[in-house]
C-alpha cells in the first residue's frame, strides 16, 4: 500500500498504519469502514480499544496480557502522526518476543 509521489519513510509510515488497522480488524473482526466519521477516528489514531477485548471475554490470564500487549502495539502503529508510529525496522526489532506471545495467543484462541 505505498502512496506515489512520497518518500520512502512516508510510505514506510503509511504501511504500517495499515498493517495495524490490519491486524485489529483480524482481532475485532469488524469491517473496516470505508469512509465517514467512523473512518475520521480511525485516521486519526483513535481505536475503540474495548472493541479488542469484546471477542475474548474469558481468556486466561497469560493470554489477556498478551491482548493487552497487542492493543497497546496496534495503537501505536496507528497514531495520527506518522512520525510518531514505529518503523518496520523498530518493529521487527523490539517485537521479537513480542512475536512469540502473540503466535501463543492466535494458538490460544483457534479451536
Known sequence: M???GKGLKENEKADIFSLGLCI???ITK???PNNGPK???LRSGKLPSDEIYNNFPNLDENSQIILN???ILINQMVKK???DRPNAEELLRSNQYFAQKFEV???SIVI
Open 30 to 32: 469488524i469491517d473496516l
Open 2 to 4: 505505498v502512496a506515489f
Open 69 to 71: 500487549e497487542i492493543n
Open 105 to 107: 495467543f492466535l494458538k
Open 39 to 41: 473512518w475520521q477516528e
Open 24 to 26: 485489529w480488524e483480524i
Open 81 to 83: 502522526e506518522p512520525n
